[in-house]
């Protein structure tokens, strides 16, 4: 199934299921055209219905959470779109945080995806960040200032915080539905802000890692971010790298694996993972770091770095798949029926 097929069956799912489920049939806004014309679709739902794009199995309670006084959370600016990645992410993995048997559950599933020495999962959190003060915070840790949880700074869509035989462990989650990739380096733009001047050479950042020392002219270091600060190249990738792995389609990925291995580095937890959680049936996403060098993300992303935190991958189907068949009589078969309807999992 190619990239493009993949994206207009889903968007024609996702039309069709609205009809019956969301109770508005008007179309929403979301972002701006090339002419400053809002942009409006039929699977944009009005805004403030976009709790509706939730499992009402799951809505109270995520409500409450996200708006929690003391840690609020940024909900993505595209959680009125059917198609979001971080209404994916809350319909697949919230309920673990409220429901023991689904925790159960998850525990095996991390056991076989992440590592054996999982001995339960303590509790789930969206768009994770250590608290504000701690030396883990985003903050502190990697030098960015004016973020909060889901925005501004390197808040993974999901973390699993687990236990083993030796102490604790976290299991931060990148969720990725529909993208074609993780997106291009913020510090390659070629324009000043009110806060951060542009980056004066951005070709610089394409270079092979044989002939350039990326953390040295990485201009990410010019705004106070520190990401290289816990990205070490292993001799593979110094060979394989034609270009920065964050510069084209691998930022995200690149922040969240500095994030890992910075916590990996200052704290004493056990383990400590980096993961994408992705549709199976996104070939380009797997295959976006190809200018790069990385020919496949799930299998090369780990071999560019010397070893720090765990690189792992899984497929939301084999998520759902595993509920599926390791459920007890049927306990989760409305939320199964939920996914199938509307994504097909």
């Known amino acids: 199934m190619n990239n493009k097929y993949f994206i207009e069956k889903q968007r024609e799912n996702h039309i069709k299921w609205r009809k019956s489920h969301i109770s508005s049939p008007d179309w929403g806004i979301q972002n701006k055209d090339r002419n400053g014309n809002p942009i409006s679709r039929e699977y944009i739902i009005p805004r403030r219905i976009w709790n509706e794009n939730i499992w009402e199995g799951i809505r109270t309670d995520l409500l409450i959470y996200i708006n929690d006084p003391v840690n609020p959370i940024q909900a993505h600016t595209g959680s009125h779109n059917l198609m979001s990645s971080w209404v994916v992410c809350a319909n697949l993995y919230f309920a673990i945080k409220t429901t023991p048997a689904l925790k159960v559950l998850m525990l095996d599933f991390l056991k076989i995806k992440v590592s054996e020495k999982i001995t339960a999962v303590s509790d789930v959190e ?11 915070h985003p903050s502190e840790l990697l030098g960015e200032m004016d973020g909060g949880r889901g925005s501004g700074q390197t808040s993974p869509d999901v973390a699993f915080i687990v236990k083993t035989a030796n102490g604790e462990g976290i299991i931060l989650t990148e969720c990725k539905y529909t993208e074609h990739s993780f997106y291009a380096c913020s510090a390659r733009t070629k ?5 951060r001047k542009a980056n004066p050479d951005p070709l610089r950042c394409a270079k092979n890692a044989i002939e350039c020392d990326y953390s040295s002219i990485c201009h990410q270091t010019e705004w106070g971010r520190e990401y290289w600060k816990y990205i070490r190249l292993s001799n593979h990738g110094i060979e394989t790298l034609i270009k920065c792995p964050a510069s084209t389609a691998g930022y995200q990925l690149f922040r969240q694996q500095s994030l890992a291995n910075g916590i990996k580095q200052k704290s004493n937890l056990d ?8 549709d199976e ?34 497929t939301h189907q084999e ?18 029926k939920y996914l199938n309807n509307r994504y097909g999992y």
Do not use: M, Y
């Open 126 to 136: 969206l768009e994770f960040a250590f608290p504000k003060g701690s030396n883990l």
């Open 191 to 195: 324009k000043d802000t009110k806060k």
């Open 271 to 278: 383990i400590v993972a980096s993961v994408v959680a992705f």
């Open 281 to 314: 049936r996104n070939v380009d996403l797997k295959k976006c770091l190809g200018t790069t060098g990385i020919k496949d993300f799930q299998n090369d992303w780990n071999e560019i770095f010397q070893p720090d935190a765990i690189f792992k991958t899984w």
């Open 319 to 336: 998520w759902v798949e595993f509920v599926r068949t390791h459920q007890v009589n049927g306990e989760f078969d409305i939320w199964l």
